[in-house]
């Protein structure tokens, strides 16, 4: 029986970013999960995971998000840039 990976992505807006450092470890080691859950902030990164999406590129998405103010900056935020 072939083993089955979930994974689960809280809320917590950019502090959901520390995800993607998840995210490439699991690509780098060659597991895609079968199930990606997350909630507010959560979601977004969850999707990436659903769309197989590269982690590098996750990345690149993400600083551009937050640094085009879309969203607030803040101390967190601006950690990004």
């Known amino acids: 029986m072939k ?3 979930s994974i689960v992505i809280g809320s917590g807006g950019i502090l959901c970013a520390a995800s993607l ?3 490439k470890a ?3 080691e060659g597991f895609q999960p079968t199930l990606a859950v997350g909630c507010s902030g959560g979601s977004l990164y ?3 995971i659903a ?4 982690a590098e590129t996750a990345l ?3 600083t551009e998000l937050y640094k085009n103010d879309i969203v607030e900056a803040t101390p967190l935020t601006c950690a990004l840039q």
């Open 51 to 54: 769309l197989n999406t590269d």
């Open 21 to 23: 450092g998840i995210i």
């Open 26 to 28: 699991l690509q780098r």
């Open 3 to 5: 083993k089955r990976l």
């Open 46 to 48: 969850a999707s990436i």
């Open 60 to 62: 690149t998405l993400t």
